[in-house]
């Protein structure tokens, strides 16, 4: 056998039955030979299995997650019996997550398990999704993951209290956390339909802050909505005045200037707007504004012509005598 070990029956049911009695890192150990022995049949393998059940509880989560990769090994082909095997594994996992002791390294790791286990089970950890809320002193990477974790499990039973939650982080000293958060409520937005309009609601409440990032990311989330829902343009066009001086953003300038070109019809501003665009396009760095400022004027000319036309012939005018590409 591998490393000179022949892991046979009697030998295998006799560690099982000693792993108590070996330390913490041996049982690691121990646990993960014993993934090398194959059952013989299915009452053999709900022995072991009630065996490992109390190794799920230990202190150590590098036992917990050691006897939780052996349950899964052990059930692999016993598909009837993993909607049960899951929900067997759910309470040691989360317990790893909540523990205030836990390492940020190891609740990382054990979010990554709990997102494979969501791959296969989505609706695993519905009722649990308030074990996956940031704490303050979480690292960002263990944020981050937890962030990915709460639009995996968002279900319209629980998206309210997750984009509540959610909101507030928009007001992180972390920049990038305040983007992913809002970036989070967009996509659950998209996914759930029934809790879209609390999810605008809470987006455009954001715009109140007057905080660039936060309305630049705003905005971007806000375009996707509207494409797939059309009446959310409405909800942002009256927030566009306000934005345009304050947004500087390249992602967000893009977002606000395609709405304006999409939408523009139902603003009266919009054209002024675009032309105060216009007006500093030769100190814009950015070639996405620039692209995206072409594009919306022109649609906006086939809708509104008579005031879009100087600025329009201004604008193609500057593309052509300065543009490289």
Same mark, same amino acid.
């Given at each position: 056998?591998?490393?000179?070990?022949?892991?046979?029956?009697?030998?295998?049911?006799?560690?099982?039955?000693?792993?108590?009695?070996?330390?913490?890192?041996?049982?690691?150990?121990?646990?993960?030979?014993?993934?090398?022995?194959?059952?013989?049949?299915?009452?053999?393998?709900?022995?072991?299995?009630?065996?490992?059940?109390?190794?799920?509880?230990?202190?150590?989560?590098?036992?917990?997650?050691?006897?939780?990769?052996?349950?899964?090994?052990?059930?692999?082909?016993?598909?009837?019996?993993?909607?049960?095997?899951?929900?067997?594994?759910?309470?040691?996992?989360?317990?790893?997550?909540?523990?205030?002791?836990?390492?940020?390294?190891?609740?990382?790791?054990?979010?990554?398990?709990?997102?494979?286990?969501?791959?296969?089970?989505?609706?695993?950890?519905?009722?649990?999704?308030?074990?996956?809320?940031?704490?303050?002193?979480?690292?960002?990477?263990?944020?981050?993951?937890?962030?990915?974790?709460?639009?995996?499990?968002?279900?319209?039973?629980?998206?309210?209290?997750?984009?509540?939650?959610?909101?507030?982080?928009?007001?992180? /000293?972390?920049?990038?956390? &305040? +983007?992913?958060?809002?970036? =989070?409520?967009?996509? *659950?937005?998209?996914?759930?339909? %029934?809790? $879209?309009?609390?999810?605008?609601?809470?987006?455009?409440?954001?715009?109140?802050?007057?905080?660039?990032?936060?309305?630049?990311?705003?905005?971007? /989330?806000?375009?996707?909505? &509207? +494409?797939?829902?059309?009446? =959310?343009?409405?909800? *942002?066009?009256?927030?566009?005045? %306000?934005? $345009?001086?304050?947004?500087?953003?390249?992602?967000?300038?893009?977002?606000?200037?395609?709405?304006?070109?999409?939408?523009?019809?139902?603003?009266?501003?919009?054209?002024?707007?675009?032309?105060?665009?216009?007006?500093?396009?030769?100190?814009?760095?950015?070639?996405?504004?620039?692209?995206?400022?072409?594009?919306?004027?022109?649609?906006?000319?086939?809708?509104?012509?008579?005031?879009?036309?100087?600025?329009?012939?201004?604008?193609?005018?500057?593309?052509?005598?300065?543009?490289?590409?």
């Amino acid at each position: 056998g591998e490393g000179g070990v022949s892991l046979t029956k009697t030998l295998a049911h006799y560690l099982f039955a000693r792993l108590k009695d070996f330390g913490e890192w041996s049982q690691c150990l121990v646990l993960r030979v014993l993934s090398r022995y194959g059952p013989q049949d299915e009452e053999e393998i709900f022995d072991i299995l009630n065996v490992l059940d109390d190794r799920m509880k230990h202190v150590n989560s590098g036992v917990v997650f050691a006897a939780v990769r052996l349950f899964l090994h052990l059930t692999q082909n016993l598909i009837d019996l993993h909607d049960d095997i899951y929900e067997r594994i759910r309470a040691p996992l989360l317990t790893v997550v909540g523990l205030g002791n836990s390492s940020p390294e190891i609740v990382f790791s054990c979010l990554h398990h709990v997102q494979l286990l969501l791959v296969r089970q989505p609706r695993l950890m519905d009722a649990d999704f308030r074990s996956f809320f940031c704490r303050y002193n979480d690292p960002f990477y263990v944020k981050s993951r937890k962030l990915d974790l709460l639009v995996t499990i968002s279900s319209p039973g629980n998206v309210v209290d997750i984009v509540e939650e959610l909101s507030a982080y928009a007001t992180d /000293v972390n920049i990038e956390m &305040a +983007r992913q958060s809002i970036r =989070a409520v967009g996509k *659950i937005a998209m996914l759930h339909s %029934s809790g $879209a309009d609390h999810c605008r609601m809470k987006l455009l409440a954001l715009l109140s802050l007057e905080i660039d990032y936060v309305s630049s990311e705003v905005l971007v /989330v806000m375009k996707d909505l &509207a +494409r797939k829902y059309g009446d =959310a343009a409405d909800d *942002i066009l009256q927030h566009l005045p %306000s934005c $345009a001086s304050l947004v500087v953003d390249p992602d967000g300038k893009a977002a606000l200037i395609w709405t304006l070109g999409e939408y523009g019809e139902r603003l009266p501003h919009a054209p002024y707007l675009l032309e105060d665009f216009i007006g500093d396009v030769a100190n814009e760095d950015s070639a996405l504004v620039r692209l995206q400022l072409l594009s919306a004027t022109m649609k906006l000319f086939f809708k509104r012509p008579p005031e879009c036309q100087n600025m329009l012939g201004r604008l193609l005018q500057y593309c052509i005598g300065n543009s490289t590409n």
